[in-house]
């Protein structure tokens, strides 16, 4: 059996901060199904040594060299499902209130990434495959086939992009410091990145495959408009680019089964389940209770990515309409201080949680009618497949994994799982959130029928998970 072990630095149901958690989650069951035999690595977080620490096994101690640093790390290992993840300890890199943005990331991942390859020269994983996720493991296919090449035998390696935003950009020194590897690799340009290196740029340019998150946004990003300055890098393995879509744990995310919701529903009983839902939701946030009123909602990072500033520009506007607005969120300050004036200024029509809570995101996915996701650009998104099975119907703007996920509803032909428009504007956002709302109050049927057709949507990783195995089983013959 061939074997495949996912490295990434968050997973459900471990730690999640994103859709990132939500794929590593998942996907390593959908590649058992498609006969592999899966293993994922990761850090162990204070959250995780905080509430799971007696349910995992402790495997091995070993050393760790981290460039010029000589370290320790301990692994343990919990089997779930018959996926193992291996669980990376070193105190004082992970066990701290927060996952990004320290100053000794670089470190800190560097670190981690030797463990990756420390763990399969010490032979507790031997894969054919190393599937390296984001740039917090950007260098591991370039570690792999050089500071490790004669201690291991190299996997076919893989490299996903979730968000080419975020960089992995650092000192150069950082390589030979931390990485073991000559500095060159920044002076000769092979690494270099703006003035520094970029973890991101590493993965692209030595994985043996690259792979982002949806067909579109695989397109987008050899264009300057997406590319992030790293368009020319990715032009450059064009050949060995794959754009494969995300799914989700649809056992996780089931309406007929989720013990978080104040009612469970199916399709079939999808307008008593929304309503009983709507109002439980409302009840438990404050809002008017009214079972008629159109509830939008939006459970996202509030970042400039997620068009935020739409919402906050067209608040005023669409509160002359009759619709209530929940907003679930954490991220830049001046969107969450918008949002708070925006609650404060409409009662009882508007709330803004601000914070990350998984349960209330079910109960939203659950109550609300329309979901929020006018991104600037998404390279898949996660949200809006959860919201379909929730019979919620997306709002997006066509771009990346929201264009080729969401059908846009069609009035003549009824077809559609949403709705979408593409300008970054608010005047268009402000029009398709009132064709939604018209659709809502007069074209009730229609409505019901985008609804159905939404839940009926196949978002689970079946299709995607063989996607990846044909393109893995090409490469290793
Ligand atoms: P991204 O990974 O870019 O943030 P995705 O749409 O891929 O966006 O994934 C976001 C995931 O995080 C979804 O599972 C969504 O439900 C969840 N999420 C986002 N914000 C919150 C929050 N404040 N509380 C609970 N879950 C959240
Ligand atoms: C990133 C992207 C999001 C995607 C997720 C999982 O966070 O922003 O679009 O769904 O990764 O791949």
């Not at 270099?192 to 695989?218: E, Q």
């Not at 995300?246 to 013990?259: F, H, K, M, R, S």
């Not at 559609?416 to 709302?437: E, Q, R, Y």
Request: charged share 25%; hydrophobic share 40%; aromatic share 12%.
């Amino acid at each position: 059996m061939k074997k495949m072990l996912f490295a990434a630095s968050e997973g459900l149901p471990f730690v999640k901060t994103g859709g990132l958690a939500d794929v590593i989650g998942s996907l390593p069951q959908a590649m058992k199904g498609e006969g592999f035999e899966v293993s994922v690595v990761m850090p162990l977080y204070l959250k995780t040594a905080k509430t799971m620490h007696n349910t995992l096994t402790k495997v091995k101690t070993f050393k760790v060299d981290v460039g010029i640093i000589h370290t320790v790390a301990t692994i343990y290992s919990k089997v779930i499902d018959g996926v193992t993840f291996y669980l990376i300890e070193h105190a004082p890199y992970f066990e701290r209130d927060g996952y990004y943005g320290y100053g000794d990331d670089g470190e800190r991942f560097a670190f981690f990434s030797h463990a990756v390859l420390r763990i399969i020269e010490e032979k507790i994983v031997e894969p054919d495959v190393l599937h390296a996720h984001d740039w917090h493991v950007g260098m591991l296919p370039l570690l792999a086939k050089t500071v490790y090449a004669k201690r291991i035998k190299t996997p076919l390696t893989l490299f996903t992009i979730h968000n080419l935003l975020f960089q992995g950009y650092f000192p150069y020194d950082i390589l030979e410091s931390c990485f073991g590897l000559s500095n060159d690799y920044y002076f000769d340009g092979r690494l270099r990145f703006k003035d520094g290196i970029s973890t991101m740029k590493a993965g692209i340019l030595y994985s043996d495959l690259v792979t982002t998150v949806s067909k579109t946004y695989a397109h987008e990003i050899l264009t300057p408009e997406f590319g992030e300055n790293m368009e020319y890098v990715l032009q450059l393995r064009q050949a060995d680019l794959f754009g494969i879509v995300n799914g989700i744990d649809v056992d996780l995310w089931d309406p007929a089964t989720d013990d978080h919701l104040a009612e469970k529903f199916s399709i079939k009983s999808v307008t008593r389940g929304k309503k009983a839902n709507k109002l439980a939701i409302q009840k438990e946030l404050g809002l008017r209770e009214d079972p008629d009123v159109m509830l939008v909602a939006m459970v996202s990072r509030l970042t400039d990515q997620k068009g935020v500033s739409l919402l906050t520009q067209a608040m005023h506007d669409i509160m002359g309409w009759d619709i209530q607005v929940v907003v679930l969120g954490t991220g830049d300050s001046w969107a969450e201080n918008e949002l708070k004036a925006i609650e404060f200024r409409y009662p009882r029509r508007a709330v803004f949680y601000c914070g990350y809570n998984e349960s209330l995101a079910h109960r939203i996915y659950a109550g609300a009618d329309v979901l929020l996701m006018p991104s600037a650009f998404e390279p898949c998104g996660i949200s809006q497949l959860i919201a379909m099975r929730y019979g919620t119907l997306p709002v997006v703007r066509e771009t990346g994994g929201l264009k080729d996920t969401v059908q846009p509803y069609n009035q003549f032909t009824k077809e559609g799982t949403g709705f979408s428009f593409i300008p970054m504007n608010v005047n268009d956002f402000k029009h398709v959130l009132w064709l939604a709302l018209e659709t809502y109050t007069d074209r009730k049927d229609d409505f019901k029928t985008l609804r159905k057709q939404a839940m009926a949507k196949d978002v689970s990783w079946q299709k995607s998970a063989h996607e990846y195995a044909e393109l893995i089983d090409f490469r290793l013959k």
